[in-house]
């Protein structure tokens, strides 16, 4: 199982169907900043399943903050990071993932790629597919275990 993560496209729809036609995902979670973005992406790609939160400059969207979502056994929420206060700290991010047994925690906001474990979380930040060097996370499931990567365009 192949995921494409990607956040803060900011109206670039181009290096997210890049990064798809790249990695070709079984899924795509798209990690906010960018809602309209996903759509449109999402109708370019009907056949690949994909989920979406709102992030901080989503303003017109009321869908919930955070997604919970089980793939192949594993926890993984999804975010955008704001809610989080991921720009000081991943200290509140990490007493969640250990409070909601989690075995990846997704989160954009601060347009810095990182992998990162903590206990037993994996914590992936794609970084921004629209800045001037685009990045964007990939996390695979296969014989249950759990990686995650990021990559440039």
Known sequence: MKILVVSDSHGSVG??????????????MHLGDGWRDAMRLQDRYPDIPLFQVPGNCDYSVS???????????????LCHGHTY????????????????????FLFGHTHKPLVDMHGKTLFLNPGSISSFHPTYGV??????????RTAFL
């Open 63 to 77: 869908e919930p903050k955070e997604l919970l979502l089980t793939v192949q056994e594993k926890r993984i929420l």
């Open 85 to 104: 206060g991921v720009k000081q700290s991943l200290l509140k991010a990490a007493l969640t993932a250990e409070e909601q047994d989690l075995d990846l």
């Open 15 to 28: 290096p997210m169907v890049e990064a798809v036609e790249k990695e070709s995902p079984d899924i795509i």
């Open 139 to 148: 996390a695979g499931i296969k014989d249950g275990k759990l990686s995650a």
